[in-house]
């Protein structure tokens, strides 16, 4: 036998052995002793060895510490991680999706829409997912603004802007593209006074005026991102 402390390897170690060597149960050894000390273990295992995830959910148990697990081919066993949990900044948000688009291109345009949308999220106390947001990119961000301008219209203390709504849609009901709820809200709301207005909902009435044909285009390569990874196996676990 050879004595070996897990302190020993530190840095880069590389393990080679032949078929039953003994390489896992030199592994799991070392993961137990790291497990009991206290310090924290990250586990990526391609293989997806169950004796060795069995052996690290043990170990977790005897040391009385909580045995957590990220796994694909598995995800009804799986974590659920919120990538978008922590954060300093709100900016952090639309930074770290807008960096998943390939083109450069369109890497501004897709922080812009989603920094919109993160905005108006948390300015209802709503907690950003992807999902969420995935949702708004793709069926529209109509909804969140309503949700926003109810809110501020009562915080303002504009208790008729319901009937002022009615109005606004009843003048502008004729035409070819007659004024819709949201439209009308967005309306009354930019007849506000400066200090009666919030920044958030400010970003998130461009979004929803922004061309649609040109807003299609400029978010093309965000929604397929968003997509896989809010739905299927993936997105169980995000």
Excluded at 5 to 14: C, D, L, Q, Y
Excluded at 26 to 47: M, N, R, W, Y
Excluded at 80 to 95: D, F, G, T
Excluded at 193 to 216: C, V
Aim: aromatic fraction near 6%; charged fraction near 25%.
């Amino acid at each position: 036998p050879i004595p070996f402390h897990v302190k020993s390897a530190e840095g880069h170690t590389a393990v080679a052995g032949t078929t039953g060597s003994g390489k896992t149960r030199l592994f799991e050894l070392t993961t137990s002793q790291i497990i009991h000390s206290g310090a924290v273990l990250l586990s990526i295992d391609p293989k997806n060895d169950r004796e060795w995830e069995d052996r690290h959910e043990w170990e977790c148990k005897r040391a009385g510490r909580k045995f957590i697990k990220l796994l694909m081919a598995r995800p009804e066993e799986s974590v659920i991680m919120n990538p978008l949990e922590s954060w300093n900044q709100a900016s952090e948000i639309p930074s770290r999706i807008a960096s998943l688009v390939e083109s450069e291109d369109f890497r501004p345009f897709a922080f812009e829409h989603v920094s919109n949308i993160t905005s108006g999220m948390l300015n209802l106390d709503m907690k950003p997912t992807l999902h969420r947001i995935n949702e708004y990119i793709r069926d529209g961000v109509g909804g969140l603004l309503e949700a926003n301008l109810e809110r501020q219209f009562a915080q303002i203390g504009k208790t008729d802007w319901e009937a002022e709504v009615l109005g606004l849609m009843s003048q502008n009901k004729r035409g070819a593209d007659p004024l819709t709820r949201t439209g009308a809200m967005w309306g009354l709301y930019q007849r506000l006074e400066r200090s009666s207005r919030n920044d958030a909902i400010d970003n998130l009435g461009a979004t929803f005026m922004h061309p649609r044909e040109h807003y299609s285009k400029v978010i093309a390569n965000l929604k397929p991102i968003l997509s896989m990874l809010s739905q299927g196996e993936t997105g169980m676990m995000l």
